[in-house]
Structures are given as structure tokens and as C-alpha cells.
């Protein structure tokens, strides 16, 4: 008799989103969606209204940029939200890579399906 596997709790992973470890991929200005755990929120005084978020999912990290105008239109995902699911453009810039959000979206509901128990 064979023990059943038991599988850890895994994220469950928004549609069409890429992982993290996999934005060096699509070509700069790109459309794509990323999701993961907000890890910071920063609005410096001198950024002039623009957010700066960096996500976290189980293979690194990105960074979010939220202009103001965009922060208007999503700013109780952009506040409140413990995970998000971003569109927007890549840009790459001096080796760094950021994604200018198009959309943003609270996914932190999903957040319990990791508290439940397996079947």
C-alpha cells in the first residue's frame, strides 16, 4: 500500500500571469501582468504623485510603477491590498526593469486559499 502524497500549499497563480523570474523574457514597452505579495509601497515627496510598489511571488521580486493618474483610478487595490495582480508595459532601463501599470487589481481573497485545507 502506498502513502498517499501529500503536496505543500502552492500559490494559486492568477491567469496570465508571469512569474517574476521571467520578466527579462518579453521585449521593453511589452504588455504583461504580474501578481504577487505588495512588500513595499513607496510615495516619496519628490516622485510628484507616483507610487512605487514592489511585489513579491515565489520567484523574486518586480517593481511597479503607479502614476497618479492610475493611482486615482485604483487607489483602494493600490492602498488596502496585501497581494495584486498588475497589466502594464515593461520598461528597461539602465538594467533595471519596472512595469508601469495599466491596471491593478485586489487578489488578496486568494490569499485564504492557501489557509485551506487539502483534500
Known sequence: MTEPKICPPTW???????????????????????????L?????GTAKGVIFITLEDETGISNI??????YERFRRA???GRALRVTGRIQRESGVTHIIAEQIEDIS???????RPAN
Do not use: T, Y
Not at 481573497?109 to 489557509?115: F, G, I, R, S
Open 40 to 44: 513595499v509601497r513607496q510615495r516619496p
Open 65 to 70: 510603477i503607479v502614476w497618479r493618474k492610475m
Open 109 to 115: 481573497p486568494m490569499l485564504d486559499e492557501l489557509l
Open 12 to 38: 494559486p497563480r492568477p491567469p496570465s500571469c508571469l512569474p517574476h523570474d521571467r520578466l527579462d523574457l518579453p521585449p521593453n514597452g511589452a504588455r504583461i501582468a504580474v501578481a504577487g505579495l505588495v
Open 78 to 80: 493600490v492602498i488596502s
